[in-house]
């Protein structure tokens, strides 16, 4: 995780910046509004998504599921990170260090944006398209010890939606426009919400904690997240001008918010909906009460950041609110036991429930080799979690 601050993006300025008008009461409004609706549709969207994606049976589309040792390891991991960006910014020429990440985005941010607009394109094409099937394999060894390295399936749909995504690529690698940067960010968002799954609410508040933990350290008691966030010429954040409203598209006084703050709740919301399918109540009311508290406390951050004129680490006020109204809610309805014995995985579909207590086997043997069968016939697939920076 590179930062996960809000901010606005005159903030932190050395003696040397130039010194910039204040941003009007109208322009600040349409910035934060801005980012708060750009935060909440990947969320939306991607903890939809995130249903479907863990019944996928398609190996490419098949979620990463973080445990709580990976939990516990990511902020250390994110804090290394950071600290070698800030680094390597101080040490060495940050023209070059951008171009080389710009490169590495670029292409990250086209696949990225492929596999975000392909659902909404298919929609677009003729019934009579020429659509073919493709499959990119790589393995290793052979025989009974091969093992599959990346095992890729796409058709001719998704090679358009990859073209239509390098035009975009193209137009940030050139001009590092705003917009493209946003709609590279916006990619990444909904892909980590879709594709990165908890496992259980117990992994999800180590996660959340420690991040918290990690976002106040490297805001408040530094300035290395902020000084990243200024230098990193990558689409890492969410930004909006201020000055939109004077300059039109050709503003550059920005709001900027790290796509941090927008993935970690958004995983943590996205394991809510999935348990709330679980209980087959026909309601979504963790999912919604997280959703709510997610807004609650995204705009707390931008209140406070506005009172104080001082980034503000957004998981400070995310994190109590995400964990804390669901925690309120299942102690309401008396369903802690049930939320904490969750357990969101390939064995377990999100449409049912887990059980908490073995079941009394009775019968022959071959009942009790036809339930285990029935189990085996759905085999966990977990490939190792990479807990690097998006």
């Known amino acids: 995780m590179e930062e996960a601050a809000a901010q606005n993006g005159s903030a932190g300025a050395g003696p040397a910046a130039p010194a910039r008008p204040p941003a009007t009461p109208e322009g600040m409004a349409l910035a934060y509004g801005s980012l708060v609706l750009m935060a909440l549709l990947p969320i939306f969207f991607g ?11 398609n190996s490419s589309e098949m979620p990463e599921t973080i445990t709580s040792r990976d939990a516990a390891r990511f902020p250390i991991v994110a804090s290394c990170t950071l600290l070698g960006l ?6 060495f020429s940050q023209e070059y260090i951008n171009l080389l990440l710009s490169m590495y985005f670029f292409v990250l941010g086209i696949l990225a944006l492929s596999h975000t607009i392909s659902p909404m394109m298919n929609r677009f094409f003729p019934a009579n398209f020429p659509n073919k099937q493709y499959q990119l394999l790589f393995t290793e060894g052979s025989g009974e010890s091969k093992e599959e390295i990346v095992n890729y399936e796409f058709d ?4 358009v939606c990859l073209a239509l995504s390098s035009v975009v690529g193209v137009w940030y690698l050139l001009r590092k426009h705003w917009i493209a940067n946003n709609l590279f960010g916006l990619a990444f968002s909904l892909n980590g919400v879709e594709l990165l799954h908890l496992n259980n609410v117990s992994t999800g508040c180590i996660l959340l904690g420690g991040l918290f933990i990690y976002d106040v350290f490297w805001v408040f008691g530094t300035n290395v997240m902020v000084t990243v966030a200024k230098s990193f010429e990558a689409p ?8 939109l409203l004077e300059k039109g598209l050709e503003a550059d006084n920005f709001a900027m918010l790290g796509l941090g703050d927008i993935v970690i709740p958004g995983i943590f919301i996205a394991l809510l909906l999935r348990f709330d399918i679980s209980l087959k109540k026909n309601t ?37 609110a995400c964990i804390g109204f669901p925690l309120l809610v299942a102690l ?15 064995e377990i579909l999100p449409h049912t429930p887990r059980l908490t207590h ?4 009775s019968g022959s043997p ?12 759905c085999p966990r697939r977990r490939r190792q979690q990479s807990p690097s920076a998006m």
Do not use: N
């Open 47 to 57: 903890a939809l998504r995130s249903v479907s994606c863990a019944k996928s049976k």
């Open 86 to 91: 800030y680094l390597f910014f101080k040490i």
């Open 156 to 159: 001719t749909k998704d090679l």
């Open 236 to 243: 890492i954040k969410l930004v909006f001008p201020q000055d």
């Open 284 to 320: 979504h009311t963790y999912f919604y009460t997280s959703f709510v508290a997610y807004i609650f406390g995204l705009g707390l951050t931008i209140f406070i950041m506005h009172i104080f004129k001082h980034a503000q680490p957004a998981l400070l006020y995310l994190v109590p």
């Open 332 to 346: 309401a309805k008396g369903e802690v036991t049930e939320l904490f014995s969750y357990e969101s995985s390939a």
């Open 358 to 361: 073995f079941p009394t086997v």
């Open 366 to 377: 071959a009942s009790l080799a036809d339930s285990m069968q029935q189990k085996l016939s």
